[in-house]
């Protein structure tokens, strides 16, 4: 079982740096499966609105809902981010990617949902598998691997030697 993960605190930097590595690959051929996450900025003031990337080339799915400007609830879309893990399953199963890229181990897969069992699948087919995750939610990444995940870096050369290994 190889599960690295990257952290990073500064907004946007984690979906950035997962995003030009999967490109990285992409460009040098290795096949991807998973999502990487692109923010897309609004108005001043408005919290940006949320795109997964399936990998490789598969359909850009909107996990944001758009609350209003004073909301304060989650704006996680949880049917779409479902849909983008049904997509993400289905091309694992019909190809055999080199890398399983999560955009983000988070709550929703802390409690069970989301992309853990993406992640659980692509462990048991023996892919390799990099996922982002912040500091409130690396105790249950930690949990659900049973401690066999590691920190891949936060660089993309980090990344590259990460997997190389």
Known sequence: MKIGY????????????????????SADGVPLAGAVQHDIECAPQEKCDMDLQILPTGPVVRISQNLGKDSRGCRLD??????????????????????????????????????RSTIALALEKDVPVLVGVNGANIAALE?????????????VADLRNWLGR
Do not use: S
């Not at 990257?6 to 690959?25: D, K, P, T, W």
């Not at 049917?79 to 929703?108: C, M, S, Y």
């Open 6 to 25: 990257v952290r990073i605190a500064e907004r946007g930097e984690l979906n950035r740096l997962l995003a030009a590595f999967a490109e990285a690959l």
């Open 78 to 115: 949880t049917v779409a981010l479902e849909q983008a893990v049904g997509i993400t399953e289905t091309q694992l199963t019909e190809a055999a990617p080199a890398l399983v890229i999560i955009n983000k181990f988070g709550k929703h897969e802390a409690d069970g949902r989301g992309f």
């Open 143 to 155: 949990e659900f691997t049973g401690g066999a995940v590691v920190d891949a870096g936060t660089t």
